[in-house]
Nanobody
Framework: QVQLVESGGGLVQAGGSLRLSCAAS????????MGWFRQVPGKEREFVAA????????RYTDSVKGRFTISRDNAKNTVYLQMNSLKPEDTADYYC????????????????WGQGTQVTVSS
């Protein structure tokens, strides 16, 4: 049974940092891309960042470039999203996902999803 479990969300002041974790289990993800998406109630799920589990590339949406970093720890089967210089507009539920369509920004191209973790950035 494939599981993606996010953690690390919370409340932070603008300018602060959070690190989200996504623990993956249930299959081998070496051929997968791992993505982070976020969603605000009433809006569509938005691509944030993605990387190849095997290494060799990462992709970010423009609004987080220079502030967010996606990384992985193969030994722990965990993907991270380090979020620095947080802004109130980063407030959302953040989701981890796994898919085989490369560093896609389209949520429908990801096969597995976590349950989400909430991030709130106060001004």
């Amino acid at each position: 049974q494939v599981q993606l479990v996010e953690s690390g969300g919370g409340l932070v002041q603008a300018g602060g940092s959070l690190r989200l974790s996504c623990a993956a289990s249930g299959r081998t993800f070496s051929t997968y891309a791992m993505g982070w998406f976020r969603q605000v109630p009433g809006k569509e799920r938005e691509f944030v960042a993605a990387l190849y589990w095997s290494g060799g590339g990462a992709r970010y949406t423009d609004s987080v470039k220079g502030r967010f970093t996606i990384s992985r720890d193969n030994a722990k089967n965990t993907v991270y999203l380090q979020m620095n210089s947080l802004k109130p507009e980063d407030t959302a539920d953040y989701y981890c996902a796994a898919g085989t369509y490369g560093l896609s920004s389209y949520s429908h191209q990801y096969s597995y999803w976590g349950q989400g973790t909430q991030v709130t950035v106060s001004s």
